[in-house]
């Protein structure tokens, strides 16, 4: 089984601050990688697919990168409804599996 | 737009069963991949399993490999999650979804439904 590990667990930010976030792949899933945002009480939304293709309605203050088995979620000038949770996730290798996911909270 | 009603949630008891049915709309039902996938109260998010457009391959993580089985009718618009043995640690708020491209799959959780609440608890 691949294991995501995302971090940091929590991201402490204003609005307006540039956030990143991580996620570690315990080997390698190609460029079958996602990213959701989950808002409190919601179903989660698939944000970027591919590693950093964006999702339909997406902004483009959301970009996706990869290095290796380590992939960056970046999300310039935060928007109040950008304050959510994110889970990675992985399609290459089956099980599929998701990250821990990271909070972007309010600072 | 698309549209999943999950439907068929509820208390039940360590052992017991439970079928899960999610109603879809708003694309062609039959060209699409589906998948089940759970939230425990206050964590992260699991895949639970997946049918292909046609329902002629499945897929199971090993949590539920031998207790659950997903189906679906194509005529109906609908995919299945019977679960079977069910025990305290599946308990949770189980989403469908639909795949991100017609065809086999798997791909992504592109639509999700707002999730059926599941409790095993004697």
């Known amino acids: 089984e691949i294991v995501l590990t995302q971090s940091p667990a929590t991201l402490s930010l204003s609005p307006g601050d540039r956030a990143t976030l991580s996620c570690r792949a315990s080997q390698s899933v190609s460029t079958h990688l996602a990213w959701y945002q989950q808002k409190p009480g919601q179903a989660p939304r698939l944000v970027i697919y591919?590693?950093?293709v964006r999702a339909t309605g997406i902004p483009d203050r959301f970009s996706g990168s990869a290095s290796g088995t380590d992939f960056t979620l970046t999300i310039t000038s935060l928007q109040p409804e950008d304050f959510a949770v994110y889970y990675c996730?992985?399609?290459?290798?089956?099980?599929?599996?998701f990250g821990g996911g990271t909070t972007v909270e309010i600072k | 737009q698309v549209q999943l009603v999950e439907s068929g949630g509820g208390v039940v008891q360590p052992g017991g069963s439970l079928r899960l049915s999610c109603a879809a709309s708003g694309f062609t039902f039959s060209t699409y991949g589906m998948y089940w996938v759970r939230q425990a109260p206050g964590k992260g998010l699991e895949w639970v399993t997946f049918i292909w457009y046609d329902g002629s391959n499945k897929f199971y993580a090993d949590s539920v490999k031998g207790r659950f089985t997903i189906s679906r009718d194509n005529s109906k618009n609908t995919v299945f999650l019977q679960m079977d043995s069910l025990r305290p640690e599946d308990t949770a708020l189980y989403y469908c979804?639909?795949?991100?491209?017609?065809?086999?799959?798997?791909?992504?959780?592109?639509?999700w439904g707002q999730g059926v609440v599941v409790t095993v608890s004697s």
């Open positions: 591919d590693v950093s």
């Open positions: 979804a639909k795949d991100s491209r017609m065809g086999s799959g798997p791909y992504y959780f592109e639509d």
């Open positions: 996730q992985q399609r290459n290798v089956w099980p599929l599996t």
